[in-house]
């Protein structure tokens, strides 16, 4: 039965619907992974600033979009489910949108092994009453993955992220407004942006936002400052931020971090699959948020990895997390091809192992990659 829409919707725009069916294609392969291996352990999944979860001209919300993930694998798991139940959780501050998400939620057939609960709070009060009834997946590195879509610059401090990603398992998704924050600056004490802005950040480091004159290299800076911060984390290594565009332009702006780079592998995976309908288009963010990229044109990113490595002797490890962190490909291969065609790297292998051919990589049989002249190679 179709549910009784009301005035609390609104029409999703293209870049909405592309986030939700990027949240989806991601969750299945995170709920798959984590429940097949982590016996008898929960797994946590919150939507802060979840919305009442469908909109007027598309059925499915973030919310449903992650109880169809979640029931979908489940279904599908057999015997091979080792991990215990799978928790859901929704916040948003507006009572209505909780009320019609409630209601929504009773509509829809869940595995036994679904709960889920919608909290009407702050993503900052709803977050904290997560953290006391599940304690144990913000303190034992249990599996969670954070949602995290404001409505908006403000609302989610920095120190509560960094917290969420203190977790050995635990990964987050961000929509950063980058434009708001600029604007905010901007607009200096009138939005009280001291206030707002070290909190976002956690620290003063906005203050280099004052360098910046012109509008949009501030909201290039908002993202690359961000990113550092996030970098400056304990552990958090794997950092993926992109701008989800369609045939006219921009659309969306996410930021993905995580500890580990299966995360991330999965994430482009994921990226990939949207990217398969032909409607939407990604924007590489971390050169000049100028560079669309597609998944089969290496050659665009081979250039950038040689300029970032030139005269340097890299660790194979060095050249797959720069792969993983700056550019779309899960791993290096295809631009250290294009680049070992054109004779501008060498290729060291571990002692013991012999390449059958160019241009290729055999997975852990390469010891380092040698960028043009390198200044530090092993004699």
């Known amino acids: ?73 489940l279904n599908g798991s057999g015997g091979r489910w080792r991990a215990g139940d799978v928790h859901l959780v929704f916040i948003d501050k507006d009572k209505r949108s909780i009320e019609h ?47 995290i879509d404001p409505f908006g610059a403000k609302g989610v401090p920095f120190s509560l992220v960094a917290d969420i990603l203190s977790s050995n398992c635990s990964e987050v998704l961000i929509n950063l407004d980058a434009d708001g924050i ?42 690359e400052l961000y990113k550092r911060k996030l970098k400056s984390l304990p552990n958090v290594r794997y950092i993926f931020s ?60 081979a250039s950038h990895m040689l300029t970032f490595f030139q005269g340097y002797r890299a660790e194979w490890q060095e050249v797959v997390d720069y792969a993983l962190n700056e550019t779309p490909f899960v791993n290096p291969k295809k631009m ?3 680049l070992e065609k054109q004779g501008l790297i060498q290729v060291d292998m571990k002692q013991g192992h012999t390449r059958a051919r160019k241009n290729t990589y055999p997975d852990g049989m390469v010891e380092a990659i040698i960028f043009g002249e390198a200044n530090n190679v092993k004699n």
Not at 197 to 214: K, N, T
Not at 216 to 222: G, K, L, S, T
């Open 242 to 301: 992109f701008e989800m565009r369609n045939k006219g332009g921009l659309d969306y702006f996410l930021v993905f971090a995580s500890q580990h780079p299966l995360g991330l592998e999965k994430m482009k995976e994921a990226m990939r699959k949207i990217d398969q309908t032909g409607g939407y288009q990604f924007s590489d963010a971390s050169h000049g948020q100028t560079l669309l990229f597609r998944f089969d044109k290496p050659e665009d990113f």
């Open 1 to 73: 039965m179709l549910w009784e829409k009301s005035d609390v919707l609104w029409e999703a725009k293209p870049h909405t619907i592309a986030k939700i069916e990027l949240l989806k294609a991601y969750l299945k392969p995170w709920f798959a992974i984590f429940g097949s291996t982590w016996r008898g352990h929960d797994i946590v999944y919150v939507d802060g600033f979840c919305g009442p979860g469908e909109y007027t001209n598309y059925p499915d919300g973030s919310p449903i979009a992650a109880i169809n993930a979640a029931n979908e694998i």
């Open 336 to 338: 250290l091809a294009v």
């Open 101 to 147: 998400l409630d209601r929504r939620l009773a509509s829809i057939a869940m595995h036994p092994r679904i709960n889920t609960d919608c909290i009407c709070e702050s993503f900052v009060d709803g977050l904290e009453d997560v953290r006391k009834a599940l304690p144990s997946s913000f303190k034992e590195n249990q599996p969670l993955f954070v949602f």
């Open 182 to 223: 600029a604007r905010i600056f901007k607009a200096g004490g009138r939005a009280a942006h001291e206030r707002n802005l070290a909190e976002i950040f956690g620290d003063d480091s906005w203050r280099e936002l004052e360098d910046r004159q012109d509008f949009y290299e501030q909201c290039a800076h908002v993202l």
